[in-house]
């Protein structure tokens, strides 16, 4: 994981991690970007300047900081993948827990969930627009298909490798039932269902675009669409960028998370 | 060691067990017996891989046996009994690591204590093993040595009758080692229990105990009970060099290597 990595770090990286140099070569990238595509002059790939200037005027120069546009596009598409993500997790964690300490239902539900895991989550998507109503309930469905298995099957690997000796002394101290499970088998656990979490939450936003490309009347993923479709290449740049960024921002809301609760795994050194 | 209470705190009878896997079956005890007074300290002395530590596990309910019976205070064992405290070798495993040291101590708990009675027994069991500054720790932050005491402290918290060891000291530096075995020395007299302590080593074996119980190679066998007459004040430095230390060294020796009894040594030679 990131936060072990960088614990790591030998004397020849330690430039590289400082953030001055780091975000030099993002700040570099942008430059690079903008000579290129004003030297080119193609309609179809504005200068990131141009991007920016769109994207402020569709989404923050609004009433209050937000635009109509953004309340419409942007916080739907953010709840989906949160919303999406956060049933996603309890189910996995729980149907997890369970696999990875129960080795009947595990020889059970083994063919199943490999057969259920192996669908592409798109597939569905016109099953769940037939099953569910258009819009947020599909989007949901197809999310929460998506996204469960990473972290059903990462709990389930942590929870079947929680230490044998960790689990004798739970048994012979009479940790048992809820109580083991809170302060033995989550725990050992946490790592794996971490890492879970993070390949869901990466999901989560592939699916989110993806199932608002479909039969959507709001959500960035629309917007997407509505803007290649007039032809306003701009917009629809801007709506790429913003996506790259919400990723971005997610995935270091839950790097943050993770350094905080996970601290133990590299307190020993 | 017969005291108003003759039941013994462990009795095992005609122990075996045998462990299948991909067809062939390994016999690890077969037909072992062995009885432990109350407030008595016995070590199972036994080469490596002799099966001493399933015999623990089984009389700490861990492990059933495929034949035989072990009893503790009288009671047949099915399941973990109560009043038990275990201490495992690996002590980097059997920490909680995300848990503080207080937290791993008071693990050790029975879940019905109250939250006041929890946070004093704890504080004292860390006391007792001398980490009362290491209570907000975590386990990765100790020394080896230090972390085997939380697991000492964490047995000790639950007021064991009752106290088990496999190869407690084995993952530790020498000087480490011989501070633990002071240290047990030292709360089993402060705290009254029957230890029962599995290791490999002759001289451990002697230091800590009232007696040492030699087993054979795999499958385990009794091949010696030896009585340590030693008295309870022992010390790392003079005990060792005792006449009775040493020559109960010679024995044991002898029956890890072949089963035979060394002679008695010449009475003269102070």
Known sequence: ?269 | MKGADVTPMVEVTDLAVAFREAGHTTTVLDGLSLRVARDEVVCLLGPSGCGKSTLLRCLAGLRAPDRGEVRLRGEPVAGVPDGLGVVFQDYGRSLLPWSTVARNVDFGLPADLDRATRRARTAQALEAVGLADAAARRPGQLSGGMQQRVAIARALARRPDLLLMDEPFASVDALTRADLEDLLLRVRREYAMTVVLVTHDIDESIYLSDRVVVLSPRPAAVVADLAVDLGGDRDQITTRESHAFVHLRARAASLLRDGSDAPEPAQDTV
């Open chain 1, 1 to 269: 994981m990131a936060a072990v990595e960088r614990r790591g770090g030998g004397v020849g990286v330690t430039g590289a991690r400082s953030p001055l140099v780091r975000w030099g070569v993002f700040a570099l990238a942008l430059v690079v970007w903008e000579l290129a595509a004003r030297a080119a002059g193609s309609a179809f790939f504005p200068p990131p300047s141009a991007i920016a200037a769109a994207g402020w005027a569709l989404w923050f120069s609004g009433p209050a900081v937000l635009t109509e546009g953004a309340w419409a596009d942007v916080l739907p598409s953010v709840g989906r993948v949160l919303a999406g993500w956060a049933v996603s997790g309890v189910i996995g964690i729980a149907v997890g827990l369970l696999l990875g300490r129960s080795r009947r239902a595990t020889e059970y539900l083994a063919p199943l969930l490999a057969f259920a895991r192996a669908l592409p989550p798109p597939v569905l998507i016109p099953v769940f627009l037939v099953l569910f109503a258009a819009g947020t309930p599909m989007q949901l469905a197809t999310i929460v298909f998506g996204t469960v298995w990473p972290v059903l099957l990462a709990t389930a690997a942590g929870a079947r490798d929680v230490d044998p000796v960790t689990i004798d002394t739970a048994e012979v101290y009479g940790v048992a039932g809820l109580r083991r499970l809170r302060r033995v088998i989550l725990p050992a656990s946490a790592p794996r269902i971490v890492a879970g979490l993070r390949v869901s939450l990466s999901l989560a936003l592939i699916l989110m675009v993806v199932s608002e490309l479909v039969a959507s009347t709001n959500g960035l993923g629309h917007q997407l669409v509505v803007a290649q479709r007039s032809f306003d290449f701009t917009a629809m740049w801007a709506a790429i960028v913003l996506l790259g960024a919400v990723g971005y921002a997610l995935n270091a809301a839950l790097l943050g998370v993770e350094r905080r609760a996970l601290g133990w795994t590299t307190a020993g050194g």
